[in-house]
Antibody, heavy 111, light 110 residues
Framework: EVQLVESGGALVQPGGSLRLSCTASGFTVSSNYMNWVRQAPGRGLEWVSVIFSDGIIYYADSVKGRFIISRDNSKNTVYLQMNSLRAEDTAVYYC??????WGQGTLVTVS | IVLTQTPLSSPVALGQPASISCRSSQSLVHSDGNTYLSWLHQRPGQPPRLLIHKISNRFSGVPDRFSGSGAGTDFTLEISRVEAEDVGVYYCMQATQFWTFGQGTKVEIK
């Protein structure tokens, strides 16, 4: 069974940093493309970043230069390092393996 | 790629049909010939759940009252008979070029 579990969300001050983790089970992250998607309170879904199986990475313009996606194959985990955080980064952050499998999300509050 | 959904709100009586439209700012046909247009359903406090992928393919466990159609830039999700559990927000999503989502359509019981 595919399962994704995010962690690392917290309350952080503007300008601060946070690292989110997404631990997978039931499949291998290194063999799949993994995405981070966020949802601000009461708002819609916004794609943040993707890491492909070959290591190619892309970011949304809103986070480019501030966020870094990476993975640890030995831990079957994908990370999102978030730097220079702003109030508008406040959201629930989901990791997703294709559109079929989503984690429960982790809340990041920048205030 | 920008996805525009209509309507943004849809009050529907139980047992009645519902339809949501999704229009893309450009063709969603991928170079591999597939069209990566999906429909997701989200209830409050829950992550999105995949209903339909590649325009019209129901995901595992999705009731057959949900159907998807369309091509190119225009797509539709139809619910043949709305049930109480169908309330929530529906998003179209494209994965042809990275991911983008429509604004969401809130379905509620009238």
């Amino acid at each position: 069974e595919v399962q994704l579990v995010e962690s690392g969300g917290a309350l952080v001050q503007p300008g601060g940093s946070l690292r989110l983790s997404c631990t997978a089970s039931g499949f291998t992250v290194s063999s799949n493309y993994m995405n981070w998607v966020r949802q601000a309170p009461g708002r819609g879904l916004e794609w943040v970043s993707v890491i492909f199986s070959d290591g190619i990475i892309y970011y949304a313009d809103s986070v480019k230069g501030r966020f870094i996606i990476s993975r640890d194959n030995s831990k079957n985990t994908v990370y999102l390092q978030m730097n220079s955080l702003r109030a508008e980064d406040t959201a629930v952050y989901y990791c997703a393996q294709t559109a079929a499998y989503w984690g429960q999300g982790t809340l990041v509050t920048v205030s | 790629i920008v996805l525009t959904q209509t309507p943004l709100s849809s009050p529907v009586a139980l047992g009645q049909p519902a339809s949501i439209s999704c229009r893309s700012s450009q063709s969603l046909v991928h170079s591999d010939g597939n069209t990566y247009l999906s429909w997701l359903h989200q209830r409050p406090g829950q992550p999105p759940r995949l209903l339909i992928h590649k325009i019209s393919n129901r995901f595992s466990g999705v009731p057959d009252r949900f159907s998807g159609s369309g091509a190119g830039t225009d797509f539709t999700l139809e619910i043949s008979r709305v049930e109480a559990e169908d309330v929530g927000v529906y998003y179209c999503m494209q994965a042809t070029q990275f991911w983008t989502f429509g604004q969401g359509t809130k379905v509620e019981i009238k």
